[in-house]
């Protein structure tokens, strides 16, 4: 069960809703002590309501930075601006390399997959992992303070 502090799903959720019409995306961190988390916003160089492909420099220089910190990579988030908060079959594609490659193990086995739906009024987030073969589990966050 991920545990989420609400500063964190407020950022994401802002994050989503500043990129509209377009999905947002990016990386959340946390300390190997797990007492703090960051989220990074990472541009969306699709520049799609439909997908999302992150920017290759973006994402170096946050991994540089978490290595640097010895932190780990706690979650990939997206948003969905018409959909529900439910991996796409393009987003489960996208999971492994190479992209589509099911039956080899995800890039990030042990990373969270947030996303986050403002297809309604009221913004859903929600947390898979997915898993060899393609199968998505969901994870239950738990908000903290």
């Known amino acids: 069960m991920p545990k989420i502090p609400q500063e964190i799903i407020n950022k994401i959720v802002e ?9 947002a995306c990016g990386l ?12 990074d916003r990472v541009t969306n160089t699709a520049k799609s309501p439909y997908r999302y492909e992150m920017s290759p420099i973006e994402m170096l220089k946050l991994e540089q930075n978490r290595e640097k910190n010895s932190n780990n990579l706690f979650a990939i988030y997206h948003s969905h601006v018409a959909s529900p908060a439910y991996p796409s079959p393009t987003d489960v594609r996208m999971a492994f390399f190479p992209p589509g490659e099911t039956n080899n193990p995800p890039m990030f086995p042990t990373t969270y997959y947030i ?31």
């Open 15 to 23: 994050h989503a809703q500043d990129e509209l019409p377009n999905e």
């Open 28 to 39: 959340i961190s946390q300390s190997k002590d797990k007492s703090t988390m960051q989220a």
């Open 115 to 145: 996303l986050v739906s403002l297809a309604n009024d009221d913004p859903k987030v929600r947390a898979f992992f997915i898993r060899t073969g393609g199968e998505i589990e969901e994870e239950i966050i738990e908000v903290t303070t």
